[in-house]
C-alpha cells in the first residue's frame, strides 16, 4: 500500500487532505492571554471612534447638502418677497402716475372738422352796456 | 444553537442602541474566526491582526445599517475580508514603490524549519493570492463556495473555479510529498 497522500479530484466538500497540510501554516494562537490582548486592542480602537467623532466624506457632503438646501430656501424666500415688494411698487408708481394727471381727452371723428364757435347772441350783446 | 443565536441577535441589538459591553462581547464571540479569514487572505499573522482590527472597527461604524434577521457572522466576515483585501492592496502599492530585494516573501515564518512546511509556505506562495484565500478559506475552515465568493465578492463559480485550480497546482507541487504528518 503506498504511503503518497492521494488527492481527490474536484469536489464542493472540504478536502481533509490539503486541510491537514495546510492548517498548520494558518494555524491561530492558542494562548487565551493572546486573545484577550486582541480584544483589548479591538476596543480601544473602537472608543477612539466614538459616534461623535466619527466623520465620514458623505456625512460631510450630507452637511452640507443640508446646509446649502437651507440656504437655497432662505434665497429664494427672500427673492421672491423682493420681486413682489419691486412689482407692487411699480404698479403704485403706475395707478399714482394716472391719478395725478388730469384727463385730456378729445374725441374727434374722421372727417369731421372742427366746430366753428357759436354764433354771438344779439339779443345778449345788445342786452350789455 | 437556537439559542445562541438569540443571544446574539440581543448583543446585536444593545450593540445597535449604543451598549458598547454587547458590542465588547461581540467582538469576543467572533474574532477567532474573523482572524481566520483575514489570515487566509493576508498570508501573515501581522498582517491578519491588522485587517481584523480595522474589520471590527468598520463593523462597530456600520452597525447601525446591519439588519438583526441576518446571520452577524456571516456579515461580519465579509466586512473583515474587504479589510484584508483592502489590506492587500495597500502593501501591493507599497511593495511596488519599494526595492525589489525588500518585497517580503510571503509566507516567513520563524517555526519554518521544518523541510515539509517550507515546502509547502512555497508552493501555496506559487498560488495566486486569491486561489490561495480560496483554497484555505474553503479546505481548511470550511466556509461553502457561495460564502467564499460572498467574502471576496466573487461569484460562487468563480470561487469553484479557483479551488479546483488551486488544488491542481498544489496537486503538481507536492504530489511527491510523502505521508509523513
Redesign the interface.
Known amino acids: 500500500m503506498s504511503?503518497?497522500?492521494q488527492?481527490p479530484g474536484?469536489s464542493?466538500a472540504?478536502?481533509?487532505r490539503?486541510?491537514?497540510?495546510?492548517?498548520?501554516?494558518?494555524e491561530?494562537?492558542q494562548e487565551g492571554t493572546y486573545?484577550d490582548g486582541?480584544?483589548t486592542?479591538?476596543?480601544n480602537?473602537?472608543?477612539a471612534?466614538a459616534?461623535d467623532d466619527?466623520v465620514?466624506w458623505w456625512m460631510v457632503m450630507s452637511r452640507w447638502a443640508k446646509m446649502g438646501t437651507v440656504a437655497a430656501m432662505i434665497l429664494a424666500v427672500l427673492a421672491g418677497a423682493l420681486l413682489m415688494q419691486h412689482e407692487q411698487r411699480e404698479a403704485r408708481m403706475a395707478y399714482d402716475a394716472v391719478l395725478s394727471q388730469p384727463p385730456t381727452y378729445s374725441f374727434q371723428m374722421d372727417g369731421e372738422e372742427d366746430e366753428p364757435p357759436p354764433p354771438a347772441n344779439p339779443i345778449l350783446r345788445s342786452g350789455l352796456p | 444553537m437556537a439559542e445562541t443565536r438569540l443571544d446574539e441577535r440581543r448583543l446585536v441589538l444593545a450593540a445597535q442602541a449604543?451598549e458598547?459591553q454587547a458590542?465588547?462581547q461581540l467582538?469576543?464571540l467572533h474574532?477567532?474566526r474573523a482572524?481566520?479569514v483575514a489570515?487566509?487572505i493576508v498570508g501573515t499573522?501581522e498582517d491578519a491582526?491588522d485587517a481584523?482590527?480595522d474589520g471590527?472597527?468598520h463593523a462597530?461604524?456600520a452597525l447601525d445599517r446591519f439588519l438583526p434577521d441576518q446571520a452577524f457572522g456571516a456579515w461580519l466576515h465579509r466586512i473583515v475580508a474587504n479589510a484584508a483585501l483592502d489590506l492587500m492592496r495597500r502593501r501591493k502599492v507599497r511593495a511596488a514603490d519599494e526595492l525589489p530585494e525588500t518585497v517580503a516573501a510571503p509566507?516567513r515564518?520563524p517555526g519554518e524549519a521544518d523541510h515539509l512546511?517550507g515546502r509547502?509556505?512555497r508552493a501555496?506562495a506559487e498560488l495566486t493570492d486569491r486561489q490561495r484565500a480560496v483554497?484555505?478559506l474553503?479546505?481548511?475552515e470550511?466556509f461553502?463556495?457561495a460564502e467564499i465568493g460572498a467574502m471576496l465578492a466573487i461569484p460562487e463559480g468563480t470561487a469553484?473555479s479557483d479551488l479546483?485550480h488551486a488544488?491542481a497546482m498544489?496537486?503538481r507541487l507536492?504530489?511527491?510529498?510523502?505521508?509523513e504528518?
Open positions: 504511503n503518497e497522500i488527492f474536484r464542493d472540504p478536502d481533509e490539503f486541510g491537514q497540510l495546510i492548517r498548520p501554516l494558518y491561530p494562537p486573545w486582541l480584544h486592542r479591538i476596543m480602537r473602537v472608543r471612534a459616534p466619527v465620514e | 449604543g458598547e458590542f465588547s467582538v469576543r474574532q477567532r482572524y481566520t489570515r487566509a499573522h491582526e481584523v482590527q471590527f472597527l462597530y461604524r509566507f515564518d512546511r509547502l509556505g501555496l483554497i484555505v474553503h479546505d481548511v470550511g461553502k463556495h469553484r479546483h488544488r498544489l496537486r507536492l504530489g511527491d510529498i510523502r505521508s504528518l
